[in-house]
């Protein structure tokens, strides 16, 4: 592998690391539907403000969120909708497992 490979399965991963938890899952879901706030992903979440802020720095640092500052308030919005094909990914992988261990039952 040479280091343009590297590099490129290295931000690969980066991103990957960023939706890899049911939180941040759970937000890119919503920020499917419409922009949110903190507070309203907060409440949703049922988490505290900075726990919610933190995972929106790891997608924001990867890419995959933005935000934009009204008043005292953060909004955010999901920038790159293609992650959305990766939960349709994971769902035919999830359905496919489910299929093989019904074989062996």
Request: hydrophobic share 45%; charged share 25%; with cysteine.
């Amino acid at each position: 592998m040479d280091k343009l490979e590297l590099g490129r399965f290295e931000a690969q991963a980066q991103i990957m690391k960023a939706l890899a938890h049911p939180t941040r899952l759970f937000i890119v879901h919503e920020l499917a539907k419409a922009e949110k706030c903190v507070c309203e992903l907060t409440e949703m979440v049922g988490a505290d403000t900075s726990t919610i802020s933190k995972h929106l720095t790891i997608m924001r640092n990867a890419g995959i969120v933005d935000f934009e500052k009204r008043g005292t308030s953060m909004y955010y919005s999901l920038t790159m909708r293609c992650v959305l094909n990766f939960f349709t990914c994971v769902n035919e992988v999830i359905r496919k497992n489910v299929e093989s261990q019904m074989v062996l039952l």
